[in-house]
């Protein structure tokens, strides 16, 4: 595999929660206020992996967590501010696979594929690696933009689990940053990890098949794809949709046939904050 180029990592445990710590003193938090951002960045990740308490580390808001899957059912925006630049972020709900199998899982869906983040951070659970890989991989195949919070790595080392981050970060080939979210530790890593990849000052190669090993299933691919591309403009991801058509997936069957496809490409459904969630149950 080649070399690919990922962030110089500090030991992310020893330095976090630092409050002096230099990387900590650029972190603005700015609650609810998300205007004239830089850059969106979307939490992605399973369900109870803490993803919600990352966002309110970032932001200073108080989204609901809690410890069972499915907490958060809607999108949740916040803001904060690092190095200079101003960072709109996204809270999604948990979400196993690309493949939706319910509202909330369409919701962090259809961000993840059509709201265009600048950067998709995934919140794994390091003690449940192997199942969180799965759609880590999967996001993999449709952004270079990625990076990997590896979350809960105070409970891997409860269960006497090692997780060797680097060589997973190697053979991703995307930053992946340990991080205990719930204590703060990793997080200023973290912020450096987005900052770089959202400014382009890392370039990420993430590790991809291109083909599909069968060449009638690659021309069909091909062919699919154009026709998506020609019927629905800028629609961003062609290619995942023409996979999924392929593999007979009702709903994105649907959605072409009564064209709100269209409204995905143009960001409709994913460009307006969700109101339910928006301020009623954040505050700063
Ligand atoms: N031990 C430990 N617990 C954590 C850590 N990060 C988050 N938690 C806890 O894990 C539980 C789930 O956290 P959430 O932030 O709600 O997880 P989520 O990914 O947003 O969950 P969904 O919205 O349901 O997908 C909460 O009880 C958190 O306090 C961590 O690093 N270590
Ligand atoms: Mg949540």
């Not at 972190?27 to 969106?40: C, H, M, P, T």
């Not at 109870?48 to 967590?65: C, D, E, M, P, W």
């Not at 021309?219 to 023409?242: C, D, S």
Request: glycine letters at 8%.
């Amino acid at each position: 595999m080649q070399e690919t180029p990922v962030l110089p990592k500090p030991d992310a445990l020893s330095s976090a929660g630092c409050a002096t710590c230099p990387m900590n003193r650029h972190l603005a938090r700015l609650g609810v206020n998300v205007d004239n951002w830089d850059y969106v960045v979307a939490l992605a990740g399973n369900p109870n992996t803490g993803k919600s308490t990352v966002f309110n580390a970032l932001t200073g808001l108080r989204q609901h967590t809690g410890n069972w899957p499915g907490k958060t059912v809607a999108r949740a925006e916040g803001g904060f501010e690092f190095g200079d630049k101003r960072f709109k972020l996204v809270d999604l709900p948990g979400t196993y696979s690309l493949l939706a199998s319910s509202v909330d899982e369409e919701i962090a869906r259809d961000f993840i594929l059509f709201g265009q983040p600048d950067v998709t951070v995934i919140v794994a659970d390091a003690t449940r690696l192997e199942r969180n890989l799965n759609l880590v991989l999967q996001i993999l195949e449709i952004t270079d933009q990625v990076v990997v919070c590896l979350n809960l790595m105070d409970e891997a080392k409860r269960h006497g689990l090692m997780v060797d981050d680097r060589r997973l970060a190697r053979d991703l080939g995307v930053p992946v940053v340990p991080t205990v979210a719930r204590r703060g530790t990793g997080i200023p890593e973290l912020l450096q990890a987005v900052h770089d990849v959202a400014t382009g000052a890392v370039k990420l190669r993430p590790r991809r098949l291109r083909t599909t090993q069968n060449e009638a299933l690659d021309k069909a691919v091909a062919t699919l794809t154009a026709q998506i591309e020609a019927a629905f403009p800028g629609l961003p991801n062609a290619r995942w949709v023409a996979l999924r058509l392929l593999d007979g997936d009702a709903s994105i069957e649907r959605a072409i046939r009564d064209g709100s496809l269209g409204d995905l490409s143009r960001g409709e459904r994913v460009a307006a904050p969700d109101e339910r969630l928006r301020v009623a149950e954040v505050s700063a």
